[in-house]
C-alpha cells in the first residue's frame, strides 16, 4: 500500500477535549476525544459525512430525545487535562493520568496502556497488520482488527447463547425472535449490545463499546490466518466506526463506567419485583377473562403471593390473529371490570403490545394514509414484512406524529382501562431491507442504521404515555429487544426460552453476560416458554433460579396445553409455596439492589470474579453468581441433585450459609444440602440483608427484618437501607428514610445500633433483628444487653 494514502495531519481539534487525523486522500477524518481519565473515543468519518444521531451514549443519563443526541456533543464529559508527545516523526502519544493512546500513522495503529504503579502498561492494541478498512480493501462496511492473546478473556456482548468468556466464539448483533432457542449455540438472540470488557492475560482490564446499531459481527478469535497471528475484529455492515476505550482498575470499574456512559438503571416500583404471572394459554382461550380470574382465585386458594400479570396478546385477537390496541370483547366482555377485579387483588396487570399492525388490522389503512408506517426504499409505500400469521408493516417511531398516535392509544386502550404497565413484545423490528426508510425526525434514515433505535423508542414512548397519564405514578414497562440504553426505560428478559435443563443452566450465563453489559433488571421465564411442560423436578429448580432474579415471571406457551404455574403440580406445592414466600421475603434487598444500580451503576447480578478477581478460581466456568455485593447464590441446574458443591471465594471475612447459620473460611469448595424447598445461598459475613418479615405473605404491607451476619474478628461495618413508599415519584422530591444499621464485633461481643433519619414515614413501628448461629458472647442492641438464647429480637423505632 503507498505510505503516502497514509500520510495524515495531526491537529488541534475544535475543541480541547479532541484531536484530529486527517487523510485528505482518502476522505477521511479521524476524531480522538479525551473525555475522562480512562475513557478515550475513536471516530472515523468521511471529511464531509453528517453524523448520525447517538440514542446510547447518555452519560448519567435517565433519558435521551427523541430524536437523540448530537454525535459530537461530548457536554457530559469531564474532558480532564491530557498531555501530547511526538515520539517520531509519524508517532505521536496522547495521554491522562491513566490511560495512554499511542498512535501510529504508517501502518495506522493504536496501541493502548495504562498507568499502573507509576508505569505505562499496554493493555490493547490493533493488530500489526492492516487494522481498519479506511481505502475500503477489506470490503464493504466498518472494519475494526486488534491482536489478541490465547489467555484473554472476552466478557459482555449482551445477552449471548453459550459460555460467559466470549474466547474463541464468533457473534452476531442483530436483534430476531428465536423463539425455542438452544441456549448454548443459537445466536443471535433479541437484542444488539455492542459492547466487551477484557481481562488480559496479565490480568488488566479495559472495554470497548462501538456506537454504531448496523447489523455487526464480533469475532472474538474463531477466526484463524496465518498471516496475521491471533486476533478478533469487529465487524458493521454499515453506519460509522465510533468506539469508545474504558479502562478500569477491576471489572467492576469498567462495567459501572459503561453503564453510566450509557445511561440510568430505571428505578421501578417495588410491585415490579414481586411474582408475576403469565401464560398465553389464558388469553387465547375464548373464556379468557373467567380464565384470568380463575388465576385470581387459585392463587389465594393456594396462598401464592402475587403482584402482578403480564396479560399476554390472546386478548386482542381477531379471528386468531393478533392486533394491537384491540380488545376482543368476545374473551374480554368488560375489560374495565377485569383490570378493576385485578386491582383489588392487589394484582397489577402489565398488557402486552406489539408495534406492527397485520395488514387486514382495522387501523391499518388510516396509519397507512397518515404514513406513519416504516416505508420501503422507494420511499413510496410501507415495507410490508412477515409479522407473525401475516404479512404486515411496522410503526416507525422515528416519526413525532407516530410517536404522539401510540401514546394516545396507549392511554385510550389500555391505562384508561386499568392498565398499569406496558409489555413491548415482538419489538425486533424485523425490516430485513437495510435500505427501508424511515422519517428519521425529518432528516431521513436507512433502517440498517437504526433497528436497535426502534426498539429503544417503542419502549420509551410506551413509557412515557404512562407518565403522562399519571404523573405521580412510578412507571413501570418491560421489554424484549433494545440495544444499549434500553436499562432507562424498561425490565426485560431473555426471551422465549425452551423448556429443558439445559435452558436452565444455560440461562444463568446468559443472564450475568447481559448484566456484565449494563442491562441489570432481567430475568428468565420460569418453566420455559415454548415446548412441553416441565417436569416438577426442573420446575421446581427453575422456581429456586428465578426467586432471585430482579425479574420474576412464570411464563409458557406449551405445546402440550398445559399452563406454567405454581400450582401445576398439587403435591409439591409445599415446596413451592416456601420457595414463593422467599420471595417476597427478599423483595426489600432486591429493592435495595435496583436503588444502587439507579444511583452507583452497580449491577444486581454479577459473577462471582466481579468482587472476588484476585481469587483465580472464580474465572472457572461456574453457574454460581453473586445477588448484590453480599449473597452468594448456587443454583441448582442438574437433575436428581441432593446436594450440591459450592465454591466459597476468598473472603477475608468468611461466609455464613443463609439457611443454617453454619460459617466457613473462604477459599474452599463445600458440600452445600439442596433440598426442594430452598435455594442455597451464602451471605458474607460482615452483611446486613433487609427483608420482609411478616409470616403471612398473603397479608398486605410489610414488616421489616434485618439478617445481621457478624464478623468473625475484631471490627465494624455499616448499613444503609434505603425506603420509600415503593409506589410514588416522590422520592425525587427527597421524601425517603435511611434506616442505618452499625454493627460491631469485639471478642465474642456484638453490639448494633439502629437510627433512622428521613422524611419517609415509615409504616412500622419496630424492626426485627436475626442472627445466624449462636453468638458466644454478649449481644447489645441499641445500648440494651439482649438474652443470646433468643432467635430474633425486635428494636422499637417510634
Known sequence: MDKNAYCFRWQM??????????????????????LEENVFRVYMKGLNEEPLPTWTVAPGMEDVPYEGRGRLDVSPFTKPLYSINQVHEDEYEVFTSRLKLHILLHPLQFIWHEKQNEEWVEIARDRDTQSYNLDGTLGSGQFHYMKRTPEDMFFGLGEKAGPLNRHGHRYRMQNMDPMGYDPYLTDPLYKHIPFFMTRTKDSRWYGMFYDNLSNSVFDMGKELDNYHGFYRYYHAESGPL??????????????????????????????????????MTYTDAPDAQVQMNQFIRDAEAYEIPCQSFQLSSGYTSIDGKRYVFNWNTSKFPDPAAFTTHYKEHGVNLCANIKPALLQDHPLYEELKEKEFFVKNRDGNEEELVQFWDDLG????????????????????????????????????????????????????????????????????TSLDAQKEFDPSARPYAITRSGGPGLQRYAQTWSGDNYTSWASLKYNVLTGVGLSLSGVYNFGHDVGGFAGGAPEPELFIRWIQN???????????????????VPWMYPEYMEPIKRLMDFRETIIPYLYQLMKEAHDHYKPMIRPMFYSFSHDEKTFEESYQFMLGEDVLVAPVVEKGVETIDVYLPVNEKGWYDWHTGAYYNGGQTIAAAAPMDRVPLFARAGSVIPIDSKEDKMQKGEQRGYLCFPLQEDGAVQFRHYEDDGA???????????????????????????????????????????????????????????????DEYTIFIK
Open 242 to 279: 465510533d468506539y469508545y476505550m474504558i479502562s478500569g482498575t477491576d471489572a467492576a470499574e469498567v462495567v459501572e463506567t459503561y453503564s453510566w456512559l450509557t445511561g440510568k438503571t430505571a428505578f421501578f416500583p417495588k410491585w415490579s419485583l414481586g411474582y408475576s404471572g403469565s401464560t
Open 728 to 790: 410514588s415519584n416522590d422520592y425525587k422530591e427527597n421524601v425517603y428514610t435511611i434506616n442505618e444499621v452499625d454493627m460491631r464485633t469485639s471478642g465474642r461481643d456484638v453490639e448494633v445500633q439502629l437510627n433512622t433519619n428521613g422524611s419517609y414515614i415509615l409504616p412500622y413501628h419496630d424492626v426485627t433483628l436475626y442472627f445466624p448461629g449462636h453468638i458466644s458472647g454478649d449481644l447489645v442492641l441499641n445500648g440494651k444487653k439482649q438474652s443470646t438464647t433468643a
Open 546 to 564: 428465578g426467586i432471585v432474579h430482579p425479574r420474576f415471571t412464570i411464563h409458557s406457551w406449551n405445546d402440550d396445553g398445559s399452563v406454567n
Open 393 to 460: 408493516a411496522y410503526i416507525d417511531f422515528t416519526n413525532p406524529e407516530a410517536v404522539e398516535w401510540w401514546k394516545e392509544k396507549v392511554k385510550e386502550q389500555l391505562l384508561s382501562y386499568g392498565i398499569a404497565s406496558t409489555w413491548n413484545d415482538n419489538n425486533e423490528f424485523e425490516i430485513w431491507d437495510g435500505e427501508a426508510r424511515l422519517h428519521g425526525f425529518g432528516n431521513g434514515m436507512k433502517m440498517t442504521d437504526a433497528r436497535p433505535v426502534l426498539s429503544l423508542l417503542m419502549t420509551k
Open 13 to 34: 481539534g475544535e475543541e480541547a477535549s479532541s484531536l484530529s487525523l486527517v487523510n485528505a486522500a482518502e476522505d477521511t477524518e479521524i476524531r480522538i476525544w479525551i
